[in-house]
């Protein structure tokens, strides 16, 4: 049974599931659900109910994942991520209108341990999964860290942390 709190269970769960995936060699379903877990963080960091947009999004990945850690993380910016989610979640590719619109700069290849990226060409840049995993750790315990400190976004993230459907111990 976890001790975290509930936030950081659920974040840190869906993590695990995807280092699963991966190690059972499901590599596009566990970076499905890395970015899947950073839309529902910055849902949780909405101020209001509303949907997650591409500049929630941004603006989590920003001040969360590159804004604070960027190791390994340093070739790309936030909307770059948000066209490979786009890519990713809607057509299973690295391309999505983000590109075309200029939100995103470059696609996204992705590697699992060593990078070999001699053959891509100045579109594409290549991300570790595991550094994009250890950057979205590191960033959701700076955003507990940040909601810790006021209460009132604190009280909503907890409500919306509430809400989620989360693994109980049965």
Known sequence: MSTLPPL??????????ALCLIKNDFK????????????QMAWV??????DVKGKDFMAWVSTYMLGRNDAGLEAVTPGDLWGARCGLLHTATAESSSLKNGTASKKIAYSYGAVNATSLVSEW?????EDLIQSLLAGILWF??????????AAIANAKVARMLLDHPV
């Open 8 to 17: 950081e269970a659920h974040a840190f769960k869906m993590q695990e599931a």
């Open 45 to 50: 960091a909405l101020p209001g109910d509303g």
């Open 28 to 39: 596009i379903a566990a970076l499905m659900l890395v970015f899947t877990t950073i839309d």
């Open 125 to 129: 840049t290549v991300v570790k999964v």
């Open 144 to 153: 507990k860290a940040d909601l810790d400190a006021h209460g009132d976004r």
